[in-house]
C-alpha cells in the first residue's frame, strides 16, 4: 500500500497551459515530458456504499494493460493525502480479490454483503506529464489533463474534464506545497478539493458542490497549546476548502457565508493564542484573511438584505419602487457573486490557502525559539484556553456596564467582541467536555441574532444608496420612496431589537462559563 499525495488545479476549459509552456518549478528544470491517454472506469454499488464510505474504486486502461486502484478519504485539508492499493488486472472487471491489504479487502467485502459491483463513470484523457527532481530529493509530477468524465449508467450525463494535478512521488508535505506555490504564483489557478470521481457522483446524483459549516476542531483534551494552535488552524484550512468549490462556481449564498464566517474564524484564532505565535508569517495571513473578507462581505451582505426584502412585511410590497429596488440590489449581487468568483479563482487567494497550509506544516513561529519559548508552547492548552476565555469574557462583561448609555458605535463593537468570544469558545469548547458549553452557545447565538438586527439595520442605508446608483438612469421617486420606506422599516426595528439585546444579555450572563471548574 502507498500513499498518494497530490494537489489538483481547475484550468480554464481553453486554457493554453501545456507542460512545455511549464520549464521550471521551484527553480528547477523538467527532466522529462510524456503523453498519455489513459481510459478509466468507476465502480461502484446502486447505492454508492464505497463512496459513502470514503472508498473509490477504479480500473485503469493504458496501451492495452488494466490496472485496479483503490483510494481511501483524503486525510489533509488542502492536498489529496489518501492511501492508494494498486494491482494489475488481466480486464476491465474489478476483483476484490486483486486487493493485496487484507484489511482493505475485508472492509470492501462488509460494504458490498452481496451487492453487485457496477460501472457508474468513465473518464477519457489526454494526459502530458512533466517530471521535476526537486531539492532533497523530491520527486514531482506535473500532469495536466484535459477529457471528460461520461456516466454509464442512468441519464447521459458528459462533465468537461480541464486540470492539472501536482503528485509527489518522493519528498515531503512541505516539498509539495511549496512547489504549489512556485507553480500557481505565476498562474490563476482555482485550488479543486474534489476527485473526478467525486465531482462525477455529484453530478450522476444530480447535486451541486456542497457547502458545509465548520463543525467542532479535532482538538485532544490533554493536547498542549501549540498542539491546539495547529489543529485550530486545520479546521479553519479544512472549512474554507469544503466551500470553495461551491464559491468558485457560482457563489452561492451559503459557500459565500461560509467562506466569510471562516476567513473571520481564522483571524479570531491567530489572534486568541498569544503573541509568540503572531510571527510575520502568521500576521501576513491574517492580513490576508481580512482584505478577503471585505470582498466577501459585498455579497454576503447583499444576500441579507435581499433575504429581508422577500420576508412576511416587505415582501408583501408590490409598489413599483419596490421592484425596480429588488431588480437593482439582484444586479448589484450579481457583479459582486462574479467577483467573488474571480476572487476565489485568483492567484492571490490561492496562494494565500497554500501558505496557509505550508504554516501549518512548518510552523513558522518556531524560528529560532529558545528554551522558554518552548516551554511556552508545551503548556496545557486546557489551562491556556481557560485563562484566555476569562480574559476575553472579563473584557466583555466591562463593555456591559455601559449597556443602557451605549453609543451605535459601542453597540457594533460589543456586538464585534460577541462574535470573536464565540469563535475562540468554539475553538475551545473540546477541551472542556460536558452540558454546560451547549447551554452557554444557545444562549449566545441568541444575543447574537438581536445585535445582527442592528447591524442590518446599520447597513441598510449603504446598501440603498448602492442600489440607486445602479439603478442609474431608472433611478427616480418611486425608488426614492421604496428606499425611504425600507430605511424606515429598518430604523423602527432597531429600538426593540436592542431591547430585547439587553434582556437576551441580562439572561446570557447568568450562564456558568464552561470554561470554568
Known amino acids: 500500500m502507498s500513499r498518494e499525495l497530490e494537489i489538483r488545479f481547475a484550468l480554464p476549459p481553453k486554457g493554453s497551459l501545456t507542460p512545455r509552456r511549464v520549464n521550471r518549478i521551484g527553480g528547477v528544470a523538467c527532466k522529462s515530458r510524456k503523453s498519455l491517454q489513459p481510459t478509466s472506469i468507476y465502480y461502484d454499488t446502486s447505492d454508492l456504499r464505497l463512496a459513502k464510505d470514503g472508498l473509490a474504486l477504479r480500473v485503469r486502461e493504458q496501451s492495452g494493460k488494466f490496472t485496479q486502484t483503490l483510494k481511501d478519504t483524503s486525510q489533509h485539508a488542502l ?287 518556531h524560528g529560532s525559539d529558545g528554551k522558554e519559548l518552548r516551554k511556552i508552547y508545551s503548556l496545557p492548552a486546557q489551562r491556556f484556553a481557560r485563562e484566555a476565555l476569562s480574559l476575553r469574557y472579563k473584557k466583555i462583561r466591562k463593555r456591559a456596564r455601559h449597556l443602557d448609555s451605549m453609543t451605535i458605535e459601542e453597540r457594533h463593537a460589543f456586538r464585534i467582541a460577541l462574535k470573536k468570544l464565540r469563535y475562540v469558545a468554539e475553538f475551545f469548547a473540546p477541551l472542556f467536555p460536558g452540558k454546560k458549553a451547549g447551554a452557554f452557545f444557545a444562549a449566545l447565538s441568541k444575543l447574537q441574532d438581536a445585535l445582527g438586527v442592528l447591524n442590518d439595520a446599520a447597513n441598510a442605508g449603504g446598501l440603498l444608496r448602492k442600489a440607486a446608483v445602479a439603478a442609474g438612469e431608472i433611478s427616480g421617486p418611486e425608488l426614492m420612496q421604496a428606499s425611504i420606506f425600507v430605511e424606515g422599516w429598518y430604523r423602527n426595528l432597531a429600538a426593540p431589537s436592542w431591547g430585547k439585546a439587553q434582556k437576551l444579555w441580562r439572561r446570557f450572563e447568568k450562564q456558568d462559563p464552561f470554561w470554568e471548574r
Open 79 to 365: 492536498l489529496s493525502d489518501r492511501a492508494e492499493i494498486e494491482g494489475p488486472l488481466p480486464s476491465a472487471c474489478p476483483s476484490i480479490e486483486a486487493i493485496t491489504d487484507v484489511r482493505f479487502r475485508k472492509r470492501i467485502a462488509k460494504l458490498l454483503k452481496g451487492r453487485t459491483l457496477l460501472p457508474l463513470l468513465c473518464t477519457k484523457m489526454k494526459r502530458e506529464e512533466a517530471l521535476f527532481l526537486l531539492p532533497r530529493r523530491a520527486r514531482l509530477t506535473l500532469a495536466l489533463d484535459t477529457g471528460s468524465i461520461q456516466a454509464l449508467r442512468g441519464k447521459r450525463l458528459i462533465i468537461p474534464v480541464s486540470e492539472a494535478e501536482l503528485e509527489l512521488s518522493r519528498g515531503s508535505t512541505a516539498d509539495l506545497l511549496r512547489a504549489a506555490l512556485d507553480f500557481s504564483r505565476k498562474r490563476a489557478l482555482r485550488l479543486l478539493p474534489e476527485s473526478k470521481a467525486e465531482r462525477g457522483l455529484l453530478a450522476l446524483k444530480g447535486l451541486p458542490f456542497p457547502t458545509r459549516k465548520a463543525g467542532i476542531a479535532h482538538i485532544g483534551r490533554n493536547c498542549t497549546v501549540e498542539e491546539a494552535f495547529s489543529a485550530t488552524l486545520l479546521h479553519c484550512l479544512r472549512h474554507l476548502m469544503a466551500n470553495i468549490s461551491a464559491a468558485g462556481t457560482d457563489a452561492s449564498p451559503d459557500s459565500v457565508h461560509q467562506l466569510r464566517v471562516c476567513l473571520r474564524r481564522l483571524r479570531a484564532a491567530i489572534a486568541a493564542f498569544g503573541p509568540h505565535y503572531r510571527t510575520p508569517a502568521m500576521m501576513r495571513i491574517a492580513a490576508q484573511a481580512k482584505h478577503f473578507s471585505r470582498i466577501f462581505s459585498e455579497a454576503r451582505d447583499i444576500d441579507v438584505f435581499l433575504i429581508d426584502l422577500s420576508g412576511p412585511d416587505l415582501g408583501a410590497l408590490t409598489a413599483p419602487g419596490m421592484a425596480l429596488l429588488r431588480n437593482s440590489l439582484s444586479h448589484l449581487r450579481s457583479e459582486a457573486g462574479k467577483e467573488v468568483v474571480r476572487t476565489v479563482s485568483s492567484q492571490a487567494f490561492t496562494g494565500f490557502l497554500l501558505s496557509l497550509a505550508l504554516c501549518i506544516e512548518t510552523k513558522p513561529w
